[in-house]
């Protein structure tokens, strides 16, 4: 034992000093394996722990069995522990500076942080001490690839393939072996993009994602760059369907020693790549439909598609291309084993939000579709004037607040999807006429049912969400003439089949694929090479250590407060107060925005409070005395989560989180009578309260 190590344990007593290195020991081995398997968990909980027991061995006497060994025994005992303590403090260091350096690395890239600018920040940083053991060179830090980029030529454009089964295995690798399900589910999707107005040329990236995985992110799997797109589907997908093949004869792909089989599950598109990658005719064509056998028709220099009940399509006479006025040939999509009918949805982002409900409001301001739909410019002005006043309730679930509805063509889809499922029949109450608002109410009726985690699993609610969209697409004709009975339009009667094959639609949308397609902005900057410039931004990304993200249990408790109702019982106890409160399913606060819910008894309530008392979280509510139907046709609103309420009740109930069912999104309520003179007036003390679809229990 070295001087140091003799006056460190100077003052301690043999048992004290054994206990304190065995303790310590256990320690850095746990907290090196919890660090490396997952870096934000358990570390602090572990080190109380420890402190905890070393404490409790130094009082007490009899709480660890220390071996009879005579002094020098003991002393090579203490000899070998210290060092092996110190191998350990080293290792644990060494964890630490992985780690740093990894969040460092995502750092730079996610604030786009460019080469130069690395470098200059790493120079700082190597000044100290601590750090100067980093790179000197951006390139070296970030670990920019200098392997030759293989490009494939198609048509008049190139694709890269970066490789689908190498980047499963090593995301995969990060999960533990329960986590991983027996057999991968695996959603394709690709789109296509411009990085400018002014610039022709297009990028198509083909993207996957392991749909019974939660929070899986997609990931890139190739790039396709071009003046067009890409003039062979087959040449687009080879590469994939190469690897595909090669996995499964060997009966999967390789995660912690074991075969785990590949099925694609579904593939997920807008129109123009739907109709490239299935290899049928486009969407203003006369048969291009892929689910039912529809003619369409030129009508007013447009494609219209009117009726129902189609002959509809099956996955065989697919296979058997029998149909030559839609399909052009065989679709790449069949060598990966999606059947073509029933796997490839139609995709609601583009399908509905940003097609028909964009569609509608064209109608209303500009009268596109017929002189009757169009509506007057005091009418649009307190439509708009209504939609704005929502900002005042909107909730944070939504990233883009409500604003002029005369700017709707500058809206994007999440914006539509907030107009159509929650403020249209609010704000166009008393507005439209009694046919037009009908005939708006079977729209969005149906679109909660089919979007809603719990609507959507009744057979009962999908046949009511079936009929409303029929009607719509059968009265839309007569309402808004026959050019408004687009492609989009004619799409809506096959959504209810798509959810009984693939769960509720907002499960299969491309929202989560948009989500990713900013990547390709912010990282290929004024270069004249610009795919391989993104090809060395993708692979630094992919050289970071993947942390997937998980559900954990997670409640945040913020902005304490001293001057909420408590009941009386609790008053003189150790109650916490506080103004917000979030977990993985709700985000609450005592604000008007986010204090509605749902309870189990069906009770729609206003939180007053949030308290704490033994680690457990209360709200403190308020219920609502009057609760209506806000329209009862084509079904009662309560049906798919829309109340009239008013008479809040003075009583204050105190309820656990867990009682909880849905969030509200609670509007105000205006009159029915409007007119060009006179202003519908806000009804006051009443609200029409709409249960959030993202999450309902």
Same mark, same amino acid.
Request: net charge positive; aromatic share 10%.
């Given at each position: 034992?070295?001087?140091?190590?003799?006056?460190?344990?100077?003052?301690?007593?043999?048992?004290? *000093?054994?206990?304190?290195?065995?303790?310590?020991?256990?320690?850095?081995?746990?907290?090196?394996?919890?660090?490396?398997?997952?870096?934000?968990?358990?570390?602090?909980?572990?080190?109380?722990?420890?402190?905890?027991?070393?404490?409790?061995?130094?009082?007490?006497?009899?709480?660890?069995?220390?071996?009879?060994?005579?002094?020098?025994?003991?002393?090579?005992?203490?000899?070998?522990?210290?060092?092996?303590?110190?191998?350990?403090?080293? *290792?644990?260091?060494?964890?630490?500076?992985?780690?740093?350096?990894?969040?460092?690395?995502?750092?730079?890239?996610?604030?786009?942080?460019?080469?130069?600018?690395?470098?200059?920040?790493?120079?700082?940083?190597?000044?100290?001490?601590?750090?100067?053991?980093?790179?000197?060179?951006?390139?070296?830090?970030?670990?920019?690839?200098?392997?030759?980029?293989?490009?494939?030529?198609?048509?008049?454009?190139?694709?890269?393939?970066?490789?689908?089964?190498?980047?499963?295995?090593?995301?995969?690798?990060?999960?533990?072996? =329960?986590?991983?399900?027996?057999?991968?589910?695996? @959603?394709?999707?690709?789109?296509?993009?411009?990085?400018?107005?002014?610039?022709?040329?297009?990028?198509?990236?083909?993207?996957?994602?392991?749909?019974?995985?939660?929070?899986?992110?997609?990931?890139?799997?190739?790039?396709?760059?071009?003046?067009?797109?890409?003039?062979?589907?087959?040449?687009?997908? @080879?590469?994939?369907?190469?690897?595909?093949?090669? #996995?499964?004869?060997?009966?999967?792909?390789?995660?912690?020693?074991?075969?785990?089989?590949?099925?694609?599950?579904?593939?997920?598109?807008?129109?123009?790549?739907?109709?490239?990658?299935?290899?049928?005719?486009?969407?203003?064509?006369?048969?291009?439909?892929?689910?039912?056998?529809?003619?369409?028709?030129?009508?007013?220099?447009?494609?219209?598609?009117?009726?129902?009940?189609?002959?509809?399509?099956?996955?065989?006479?697919?296979?058997?291309?029998?149909?030559?006025?839609?399909?052009?040939?065989?679709?790449?999509? *069949?060598?990966?084993?999606?059947?073509?009918?029933?796997?490839?949805?139609?995709?609601?982002?583009?399908?509905?939000?940003?097609?028909?409900?964009?569609?509608?409001?064209?109608?209303?301001?500009?009268?596109?579709?017929?002189?009757?739909?169009?509506?007057?410019?005091?009418?649009?002005?307190?439509?708009?004037?209504?939609?704005?006043?929502?900002?005042?309730?909107?909730?944070?679930?939504?990233?883009?607040?409500?604003?002029?509805?005369?700017?709707?063509?500058?809206?994007?889809?999440?914006?539509?999807?907030?107009?159509?499922?929650?403020?249209?029949?609010?704000?166009?109450?008393?507005?439209?006429?009694? @046919?037009?608002?009908?005939?708006?109410?079977?729209?969005?009726?149906?679109?909660?049912?089919?979007?809603?985690?719990?609507?959507?699993?009744?057979?009962?609610?999908?046949?009511?969400?079936?009929?409303?969209?029929?009607?719509?697409?059968?009265?839309?004709?007569?309402?808004?003439?026959?050019?408004?009975?687009?492609?989009?339009?004619?799409?809506?009667?096959?959504?209810?089949?798509?959810?009984?094959?693939?769960?509720?639609? @907002?499960?299969?949308?491309?929202?989560?694929?948009?989500?990713?397609?900013?990547?390709?902005?912010?990282?290929?900057?004024?270069?004249?090479?610009?795919?391989?410039?993104?090809? %060395?931004?993708?692979?630094?990304? %992919?050289?970071?250590?993947?942390?997937?993200?998980?559900?954990?249990?997670?409640?945040?408790?913020?902005?304490?407060?001293?001057?909420?109702?408590?009941?009386?019982?609790?008053?003189?106890?150790?109650?916490?107060?506080?103004?917000?409160?979030?977990?993985?399913?709700?985000?609450? #606060?005592? =604000?008007?925005? %986010?204090?509605?819910?749902?309870?189990?008894?069906?009770?729609?309530?206003?939180?007053?409070?949030?308290?704490?008392?033994?680690?457990?979280?209360?709200?403190?509510?308020?219920?609502?005395?009057?609760?209506? %139907?806000?329209?009862?046709?084509?079904?009662?609103?309560?049906?798919?989560?829309?109340?009239?309420?008013?008479?809040?009740?003075? =009583?204050?109930?105190?309820?656990?989180?867990?009682?909880?069912?849905?969030?509200?999104?609670?509007?105000?309520?205006?009159?029915?009578?409007?007119?060009?003179?006179?202003?519908?007036?806000?009804?006051?003390?009443?609200?029409?309260?709409?249960?959030?679809?993202?999450?309902?229990?």
């Amino acid at each position: 034992m070295n001087w140091t190590t003799r006056k460190v344990f100077k003052n301690l007593s043999s048992r004290q *000093q054994y206990n304190r290195l065995r303790l310590r020991r256990a320690f850095h081995l746990s907290a090196g394996k919890t660090h490396l398997k997952d870096q934000n968990r358990s570390n602090n909980s572990l080190t109380y722990s420890c402190e905890q027991n070393l404490r409790s061995s130094e009082t007490e006497e009899t709480s660890l069995d220390f071996p009879s060994q005579t002094p020098s025994a003991h002393d090579d005992v203490v000899e070998e522990i210290v060092h092996e303590d110190s191998q350990l403090c080293s *290792q644990h260091q060494n964890v630490e500076i992985d780690c740093f350096q990894n969040c460092l690395r995502q750092c730079c890239l996610d604030m786009n942080i460019n080469h130069v600018q690395t470098t200059a920040i790493l120079r700082v940083l190597r000044m100290h001490k601590c750090f100067q053991n980093l790179p000197k060179d951006s390139r070296s830090f970030l670990q920019t690839s200098r392997d030759r980029i293989n490009f494939v030529p198609i048509g008049s454009g190139v694709y890269w393939h970066i490789g689908f089964v190498k980047l499963l295995e090593k995301h995969l690798s990060f999960y533990d072996a =329960d986590e991983i399900p027996p057999v991968l589910e695996i @959603e394709l999707s690709t789109d296509g993009l411009s990085l400018s107005r002014n610039n022709p040329m297009q990028y198509w990236p083909l993207q996957y994602r392991v749909i019974n995985i939660p929070y899986f992110k997609p990931v890139i799997i190739g790039v396709y760059k071009g003046l067009e797109k890409p003039c062979d589907v087959h040449k687009f997908f @080879e590469n994939l369907v190469d690897e595909v093949k090669s #996995a499964n004869r060997l009966g999967g792909i390789l995660i912690h020693n074991r075969r785990i089989p590949i099925v694609f599950k579904n593939f997920v598109a807008d129109a123009p790549a739907r109709a490239l990658v299935l290899n049928h005719y486009g969407h203003n064509s006369g048969n291009p439909c892929s689910k039912c056998k529809v003619n369409g028709f030129r009508h007013e220099n447009r494609m219209v598609y009117l009726g129902i009940n189609h002959e509809k399509r099956t996955n065989e006479q697919y296979i058997s291309c029998l149909d030559e006025d839609h399909q052009k040939g065989k679709s790449p999509l *069949q060598d990966l084993g999606i059947p073509i009918v029933t796997r490839v949805p139609f995709e609601i982002m583009h399908l509905v939000y940003a097609g028909v409900a964009s569609r509608l409001l064209s109608a209303w301001y500009d009268g596109k579709f017929g002189y009757a739909a169009k509506l007057p410019s005091s009418a649009l002005n307190e439509m708009s004037s209504r939609y704005e006043e929502l900002n005042k309730f909107c909730p944070n679930e939504f990233a883009r607040r409500p604003r002029s509805l005369a700017k709707f063509s500058k809206f994007k889809a999440t914006e539509l999807r907030h107009f159509l499922l929650y403020a249209a029949p609010i704000i166009s109450f008393g507005i439209l006429s009694d @046919e037009f608002y009908l005939h708006l109410l079977l729209l969005n009726v149906a679109m909660r049912i089919v979007t809603s985690i719990k609507c959507s699993k009744s057979k009962r609610q999908l046949k009511t969400a079936e009929k409303c969209l029929q009607r719509f697409v059968k009265y839309a004709e007569h309402l808004y003439t026959a050019t408004f009975v687009s492609y989009n339009v004619h799409g809506l009667q096959h959504l209810v089949d798509d959810v009984k094959e693939l769960g509720h639609l @907002e499960n299969c949308s491309a929202f989560v694929y948009e989500n990713n397609m900013p990547f390709f902005k912010k990282n290929i900057r004024n270069h004249p090479r610009p795919l391989e410039q993104f090809a %060395n931004r993708l692979r630094e990304k %992919n050289y970071i250590q993947h942390v997937p993200e998980r559900n954990l249990e997670n409640h945040r408790l913020s902005a304490k407060h001293s001057n909420g109702p408590i009941p009386e019982y609790m008053e003189n106890t150790n109650v916490i107060q506080y103004k917000n409160y979030q977990s993985n399913e709700f985000n609450f #606060a005592l =604000d008007d925005c %986010n204090s509605f819910c749902k309870i189990r008894d069906n009770s729609i309530c206003r939180i007053r409070n949030i308290l704490t008392q033994n680690k457990n979280v209360f709200f403190v509510v308020q219920s609502f005395q009057n609760v209506t %139907n806000f329209y009862e046709l084509p079904i009662q609103s309560s049906t798919v989560g829309v109340y009239k309420c008013k008479e809040l009740s003075k =009583d204050l109930q105190l309820i656990s989180t867990n009682y909880v069912t849905a969030k509200c999104y609670s509007m105000p309520s205006w009159s029915g009578s409007f007119s060009s003179t006179k202003k519908s007036e806000k009804n006051n003390d009443e609200y029409i309260v709409s249960t959030l679809l993202h999450y309902i229990n």
